[in-house]
């Protein structure tokens, strides 16, 4: 196996659907559930349990130890803030991704098997796919990636921006 370094696995709290979606497709192993589906105890049992990282917005006494209080409501504060406290790299790689509806592990796919699913706009423009091994949704390199690319290279280079005015 390749020497690939440790990628933290987090727990999502109610307030964090979106940077749990987001950490996904960065590849990070990321559980959430909406807030009928458990309670925030459970939350915080499923990351004692698994050992993973509990980020939450909430301000109450947590008794674990891996908690990261996340200080904003807009995602890409949010982003910024892991990336500062160096929880998370600003790097995506759809080989590595993860579903974000599900949290399942994607692979490759060959277009002829899924091309019955693809918008056909899609289906001319794209020929590489992936398909999430747990519930099946498509994935491709749209204009959407486009977009997460630029938002997560905007946000690297204000972390820049805001080291060297340290550093002055
Ligand atoms: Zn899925």
């Given at each position: 196996m390749k020497n690939q370094p440790h990628k933290a696995e987090f727990v999502c709290d109610f307030m964090l659907g979106k940077l749990a979606r987001w950490l996904r497709i960065m590849g990070y192993d990321t559980l959430y559930w909406r807030?009928?589906?458990?309670?925030f105890d459970d939350v915080i049992h499923q990351a004692k349990h698994e050992n993973r990282i509990l980020l939450t917005r909430s301000k109450q006494r947590i008794p674990?130890?891996?908690?990261i209080r996340i200080k904003s409501t807009n995602i890409k504060s949010q982003l910024t803030q892991l990336a500062q406290e160096h929880v998370i790299s600003l790097e995506i790689d759809i080989t590595k991704s993860r579903c974000t509806e599900c949290n399942g592990t994607l692979k490759r796919t060959e277009k002829n098997e899924i091309l019955s699913k693809l918008p056909p706009k899609t289906a001319e423009h794209f020929d590489t796919f992936f398909q999430c091994t747990k519930c099946g949704k498509i994935y491709w390199e749209g204009r959407h990636w486009i977009r997460i690319r630029h938002t997560l290279l905007e946000i690297e280079e204000k972390l820049h921006a805001h080291l060297e005015n340290k550093m002055v």
């Open positions: 807030v009928s589906q458990i309670s674990y130890n891996k908690i």
